[in-house]
T-cell receptor
Framework: GENVEQHPSTLSVQEGDSAVIKCTYS??????FPWYKQELGKRPQLIID?????GEKKDQRIAVTLNKTAKHFSLHITETQPEDSAVYFC????????????FGAGTRLAVHP | DTAVSQTPKYLVTQMGNDKSIKCEQN?????MYWYKQDSKKFLKIMFS???????INETVPNRFSPKSPDKAHLNLHINSLELGDSAVYFC??????????????FGEGSRLTVL
């Protein structure tokens, strides 16, 4: 079935440390993997995405890695700052012809000064 | 200039009532969606329309009826509201409906509370 598992559900780090969030997906035909950040009371917003023809992508302090064989992908945030505190969602596109994203359950990241 | 806007932002109502949430996007996108976010923050797709045509219909009670009068608008009507319908409902849009084409742009969400 269509499923995306995300771990951990909560993550607490000190400012300046790194944070890693991991996801696995079930559909081997998935080939688009975005990450969304949702601040408290706000809308989810795309922060980075990766497609299956790429193994890694970086954008300043954030990076995403993809292992298609193992069907998992990860978000890495370096030099965390208090404003990184939010809920992060991974997602995977599912086959069937339409732009259907299935989201993981979310990771609540808390960055302590 | 809000890209995806939803109204109302908050909705408090009694069980058994019927309510609607409206969504509009000014991005020129072809495809719109409704997602439900429950109290545990889980985001689950409900429906998707492409240029007024229903293309994704997940396992949602038939008390929920989406309507798209044109490709810039997608409304959600809910009949006979139940306690379990309490959630934040997010409207979203994307440039096309073609698989893997990319980013969803979300609205601010509509928080529905059923008493």
């Amino acid at each position: 079935g269509e499923n995306v598992e995300q771990h951990p559900s909560t993550l607490s780090v000190q400012e300046g440390d790194s944070a890693v969030i991991k996801c696995t997906y079930s559909d081997s035909a998935s080939n688009y993997f975005p990450w969304y950040k949702q601040e408290l009371g706000k809308r989810p917003q795309l922060i980075i995405d990766i497609r299956s023809n790429v193994g890694e992508k970086k954008d300043q302090r954030i990076a995403v890695t993809l292992n298609k064989t193992a069907k998992h992908f990860s978000l890495h945030i370096t030099e965390t700052q208090p404003e990184d505190s939010a809920v992060y969602f991974c997602a995977a596109s599912f086959s069937g012809g339409y732009n259907k994203l299935i989201f993981g359950a979310g990771t609540r990241l808390a960055v302590h000064p | 200039d809000t890209a995806v806007s939803q109204t109302p932002k908050y909705l408090v109502t009694q069980m058994g009532n019927d309510k609607s949430i409206k969504c509009e996007q000014n991005l020129g996108h072809d495809t719109m969606y409704w997602y439900k976010q429950d109290s545990k923050k889980f985001l689950k797709i409900m429906f998707s329309y492409n240029n007024k045509e229903l293309i994704i219909n997940e396992t949602v009670p038939n008390r929920f009826s989406p309507k798209s009068p044109d490709k810039a608008h997608l409304n959600l009507h809910i009949n006979s509201l139940e306690l379990g319908d309490s959630a934040v409902y997010f409207c979203a849009s994307s440039r096309t409906s073609v698989a893997n084409t990319g980013e969803l742009f979300f609205g601010e969400g509509s928080r529905l509370t059923v008493l």
